[in-house]
DNA sequence: CGATTACTTGATACTGTTCAATATCCGTGG
DNA sequence: CCACGGATATTGAACAGTATCAAGTAATCG
């Protein structure tokens, strides 16, 4: 099962997060544009700090500011009255989070580690966006690769069991580690830092943390993945786990 | 359980589905502009009308056209080498489909009903587009509203069960029927058509034909909804089944 | 009118949930 | 340094919801 589909993941553009720190004031250069390296977004926006667990926005507050993720992790969920939780997408360094179609902010965002970030007027990046057409794109760009992060999730949530929406949700993560900057030793195997509690993976899978806890005993067991920590993984040999959505059926 | 959670579909801006099918001339007038009813995007390109089950392009194939749908109903789904299939979305007139981050399709687009639709070149509308800030913010527009239909969904497929999934398709259904150009009598009742099959409703909710067809019976033995055939269906009485993602816990 | 497809219903199996207990991790204070 | 306490994670047993398999019914089309 593991090998069974490839992913689509594979043949998106490579996620860009270089954020530069110092913030040097050159002019946006065309087309290599990145949102986390624009000075002109650095300079625009104030910089803030979230402790774990803080809450940068609330689902229903005014959209009045787009954040620039720095540094950390972030989860984006959604509350029913009855207490459910869906996580719909964890936040890394060098996203973009608030734009909406809405006047209000459509999820709620919480800091899962400790999270720097730009925060930006909205309407001062409108304005930007209207002289800066390379702003407009990376925006646009932004924008559109979530969309094909939410639609690959909808096939996890929909057609996977239990065990391909954590190998999934561990090749992921592995990916986004890998070009993290703070690089763990990634040579033949994926160590791979979880930064999320079983709870949140559990939210963000449409699963039980019971049910993330046994899938991850079971590949454990199976000698799909060693757990030097709860928090800790590897993805051993090559049989890296591959289960993702996406695939065309033949 | 079937007034546990109110929309979030409520806060959003009304669909735009204007079709204009005379294509008079009109100059874009900035604000007002929208996608189905911009005379200029009709003139770019090129009407096609698709049978049911034809495709109008597969995953993997290159993203070359954007398509604005004139008339009809059609599928985007995922397949999956084993044959599962996921369904993200239902697309009906007026929407806008084919932006991806992607060069290639990132899905398959299948008409569900017989379809009419407005192929356009990608390169003739990103042209268009610098010029036109008013179709740039359309097709933003566009996007932004298919995030957030994409992040609902995953609610839907995360944490609700299969009364709660299929109680969600119905209304979303009627909000689209209620905006549709064949008005069926809507008054205190609200009558829907259901334009495809059960198998699609199912691969649209994570669901089995089966379960499906369960639910809609328990529904209806309820009293909840009427069936006067199998693809119509009524929401008897003002309990209208209200399930839908988005809320703020308390 | 027969054949095919779509839909419904029933019986059973299985995956994942729920409830409960136990284990591990981590920080605090004796 | 170890003991304690709370939070987090793991494991177990029973249960529930949905899938699967199978049959039967209704709708559709040539």
């Known amino acids: 099962m593991l090998d069974a589909v490839t992913p689509i993941e594979a043949r998106r553009p ?3 997060l270089t954020v530069s720190e110092g913030s040097k004031t050159t002019p946006c250069s065309a087309s290599e544009c990145t949102l986390g390296s624009c000075p002109l977004l650095h300079e625009l926006g104030v910089s803030k ?4 667990n803080s809450v940068v926005f609330f689902e229903g507050d005014d959209a009045a500011h787009y954040f620039l993720i720095t540094s950390g992790v972030l989860r984006g969920c959604k509350l029913l009255e009855d207490g459910r939780r869906q996580i719909n997408r964890f936040i890394f360094a060098g996203d973009l989070i608030g734009y909406s179609i809405n006047p209000k902010y459509t999820f709620t965002v919480e800091a899962v580690t400790p ?3 730009v925060a930006l007027r909205r309407s001062a990046v409108e304005n930007r966006v209207e002289a800066s057409p390379c702003l407009h794109s990376a925006i646009m760009k932004s924008v559109l690769s979530e ?8 096939v996890t949530l929909g057609r996977m069991n239990a065990e391909e929406r954590v190998s999934r949700f561990l090749c992921l993560l592995a ?8 690089g763990l030793a990634r040579d033949d ?3 791979i830092e979880i930064p999320m509690c079983r709870n949140d993976i559990a939210d963000y899978l449409g699963l039980t943390i019971e049910t993330v806890s046994r899938v991850l005993s ?10 030097p920590s709860c928090n800790r993984i590897v993805l051993t040999g090559r049989d890296r ?3 993702e959505p996406g695939d065309i059926a033949a």
Chains 1, 2 share one sequence.
């Open 14 to 16: 490579e996620r860009t």
């Open 49 to 52: 700090t979230y402790s774990p």
């Open 115 to 117: 999270v720097t970030l």
């Open 147 to 154: 969309l094909d992060e939410m639609q690959d999730q909808l």
């Open 175 to 182: 990916e986004r580690s890998a070009s993290m900057p703070a």
């Open 189 to 191: 195997l994926a160590q």
């Open 218 to 227: 079971r590949l454990k067991a199976d000698g799909k993945i060693a757990m």
């Open 241 to 243: 786990l591959k289960t």
